[in-house]
């Protein structure tokens, strides 16, 4: 079945710092992917739409400066949450739908900690 | 996308089946009624989904009510690692959407 990998599972970063996290689909090419945060016992909250080859699309609320998406490839979109915070502490996940046909996968998520 | 209504949570006793409800009383003609389940920590794994007959897969059988206006998802014998929490979500099958997700039931199953 359709893989989505999501690397890495957990991080933890210092204030100030950039973060980059990746979402890949390990078994089929997805043309359009999505970015999902998580905060405690909340449900998950899209951030952006990533369609391969274009400019990502952002929710309202979301900083594009901040959260920087690039879906260079087919199999690869990456979130990076540059100048980390403590409030950018979040469970990301991605998600991935591939050609007609497939169901929707999401990755394993990962928990970012900025101290 | 049509809005779902959920319990907030739901006990069940191991091995025994477990009914999960969902409203969906604005629910359209073309959208799908897809179930989703996040185990803690752990980015959200596909259930089940269907439109108008009754579905069942390994995991579980989706009863979806005549007018469509509500459906039960069915876990015919809960394990300890059932315990999740259910999303159910409308979403017309077009392609490139994303899903919005509502609060979910948090399942408890006791040993």
């Known amino acids: 079945g359709a893989v989505v990998s999501q690397h890495p599972s957990r991080v933890i970063c210092k204030s100030g710092t950039s973060v980059k996290i990746e979402c890949r689909s390990l078994d089929f090419q997805a043309t359009t992917m999505f970015w999902y945060r998580q905060f405690p016992k909340k449900s998950l909250m899209l951030m952006a739409t990533?369609?391969?080859?274009?400019?990502?699309?952002?929710e309202q609320g979301v900083e594009k400066d901040k959260f920087l998406i690039n879906h260079a490839s087919l199999t690869l979109s990456t979130l990076t949450v540059t100048s980390a915070h403590p409030e950018d502490s979040s469970f990301y996940i991605c998600?991935?739908?591939?050609?007609?046909?497939?169901?929707?996968?999401f990755g394993s998520g990962t928990r970012l900690t900025v101290v | 996308d049509a809005k779902t209504t959920q319990p907030n949570s739901m006990e069940s006793n191991e091995e025994e089946p477990v009914h999960l409800p969902c409203n969906h009383s604005?629910?359209?003609?073309?959208?799908?009624i897809h179930w989703y389940r996040q185990l803690p920590s752990q980015g959200p794994e596909y259930v089940i989904h269907g439109l108008t007959s009754n579905v069942n897969n390994r995991m579980a059988s989706l009863a979806i009510a005549e007018d469509r206006k509500s459906s039960t998802l069915i876990l015919h014998r809960a394990t300890l690692r059932d315990a999740a929490v259910y999303y159910c979500?409308?979403?017309?099958?077009?392609?490139?959407?994303?899903?919005?997700f509502g609060p979910g039931t948090r399942l408890s199953v006791l040993p």
């Open positions: 998600s991935a739908r591939g050609t007609p046909g497939y169901g929707y996968t």
């Open positions: 990533s369609n391969e080859g274009s400019k990502a699309t952002y």
């Open positions: 604005t629910i359209s003609g073309t959208d799908y």
């Open positions: 979500i409308l979403r017309a099958d077009n392609y490139g959407q994303n899903f919005v």
